[in-house]
C-alpha cells in the first residue's frame, strides 16, 4: 500500500517530536534517567509534547531569518529542558547534569543540516561552539545517547568535508547576518521525518519532491509505503493530528543587527 502527503515545514516538526516520543531509548530515559532536550526549533516541538504547553520560541539559540542566519538574545532564552526520572527540572542546563549522563541518557540536540553523506551539522555562533561544545567530548567517551533532530527541508547537497575548511567565525570577508562556523556530528543520530514514520508505524518513506508555495515553503512530499493496517493508521494519523500544524511562532527577541561587514 502506498500513502502520498506532503508537510510543512511546522507539520514535520511536530512529526518528528511525536516519533521521538515513541523511541524506547526516550521513553526509558524520560522512566529511568535523564533526558536532555537543548535549544532548538524542532527539539522545542519535542518539549510541548512533554509539558503540554510551552512557549517555544524561547527554546531557540541560533535561527534562521530572512535577513540571515541569527541569535536570540541571551536573556530571552530558556533554559535546556532536563528531566530526571520524569520530573522536569527547571533551571538547568546540560552542564549542570553532564557528569551524571552515561549510556541510559538521551541528549537531543536539532541540526542546522544533513549533508550529502547524512550527517547532522550544527553552525557555530560561540567561539567555544556553544551548547555542542560543552557535550560532544561526553558523548563520544561515555556513549551517552545524541538524537539530533532534522527536518528533510534541511537536507544539503554537499558534504561537510567539501567546504568545512573554508567555514569559520573569522573566515568570511563579507556576511549579511551573524557569522558562524559549522561542525559535523557523526557521533549523533539523524532523526527525520522518514525515521518518525518508521517509528510510529513501521513504514518506509521515501522523500519525492521538496518545497512549495501559499505557505508550503520548506515542505518535502513523500511516498510512505507499508500493509494495508500500518497505512491507514499513518494516514489517519497524518490526517487528525499533523495536518494543519500552524507555522512556528513569530520569534521576536532577536539579538541586535550585527549590520553586516564588507
Not at 123 to 146: D, K, P
Amino acid at each position: 500500500m502506498r500513502l502520498l502527503v506532503t508537510l510543512t515545514a511546522a507539520e514535520g516538526k511536530r512529526l518528528i517530536a511525536k516519533g521521538l516520543l515513541g523511541l524506547e531509548v526516550v521513553q526509558h530515559a524520560l522512566r529511568e534517567g535523564y533526558l536532555c532536550v537543548t535549544l532548538g526549533t524542532t527539539s522545542s516541538y519535542l518539549v510541548e509534547e512533554i509539558l503540554g504547553e510551552y512557549d517555544k520560541t524561547r527554546h531557540i539559540a541560533g535561527l534562521t531569518v530572512p535577513r540571515g542566519v541569527w541569535v536570540t538574545r541571551p536573556e530571552a532564552r530558556a533554559y535546556d529542558a532536563i528531566f530526571h526520572r520524569g520530573e522536569y527540572l527547571e533551571r538547568k542546563k546540560v552542564r549542570d547534569v553532564l557528569e551524571e549522563l552515561g549510556p541510559d541518557d538521551v541528549i537531543i540536540k536539532s541540526a542546522n543540516a544533513l549533508d550529502a553523506d547524512g550527517v547532522p551539522i550544527v553552525l557555530l555562533a560561540s567561539e567555544t561552539g556553544g551548547t555542542v561544545g560543552t557535550f560532544l567530548g561526553a558523548v563520544a567517551a561515555r556513549g551517552i545517547n545524541l538524537l539530533m533532530p532534522v527536518g528533510l527541508e534541511k537536507c544539503i547537497p554537499a558534504r561537510y568535508d567539501e567546504f568545512k575548511d573554508r567555514v569559520g567565525m573569522q573566515a568570511w570577508d563579507y556576511y549579511l547576518g551573524t557569522p558562524v562556523g559549522a561542525i559535523a556530528i557523526p557521533e549523533g543520530r539523524p532523526f527525520t521525518e522518514v525515521d518518525a514514520l518508521r517509528t510510529l508505524f513501521d513504514v518506509e518513506a521515501t522523500p519525492i519532491a521538496a518545497g512549495g508555495i501559499n505557505g508550503a515553503e520548506g515542505s518535502v512530499t513523500l511516498l510512505v509505503e507499508g500493509d494495508e493496517g500500518s497505512i491507514r493508521r499513518a494516514y489517519e494519523f497524518l490526517r487528525d493530528e499533523i495536518k494543519g500544524e500552524p507555522p512556528f511562532p513569530h520569534v521576536a527577541h532577536l539579538a541586535e543587527d550585527t549590520g553586516g561587514r564588507e
